[in-house]
């Protein structure tokens, strides 16, 4: 399987980082409860746990990169290893603006 982020995500603005995630995995077809389990981790990861149930539309750039990020790793395969990352330099504080 293959995922993709680009600099500027396409998201789904007018859900929560958690609903998009959840729409995500379930194109895929994999089961909400290991949905809401890897969900729950990535959002933590990426420093995202705080507004998890926020809308994306208010998130800084670096945040919809992340979220973005966190939509291609939550249908992974446990055990998967992504190949490349992005040259561009990832937002991981959410110091860019919006």
Do not use: C, N, W
């Amino acid at each position: 399987m293959i995922g993709f982020v680009p600099d500027t995500p396409l998201l789904y603005e007018k859900l929560t980082a958690v609903e998009y995630l959840r729409f995500v995995a379930d194109l895929r077809g994999i089961p909400r409860e290991e949905t809401d389990r890897k969900g729950v981790e990535l959002l933590r990861l990426f420093d995202l746990a705080e507004v998890a149930h926020d809308l994306i539309d208010t998130f800084s750039h670096g945040m919809k990169q992340k979220t973005a990020l966190a939509g291609a790793l939550v249908s992974i395969a446990a055990g998967a290893v992504p190949l490349a990352i992005a040259s561009g330099r990832l937002d991981m504080l959410g110091e860019a603006g919006a």
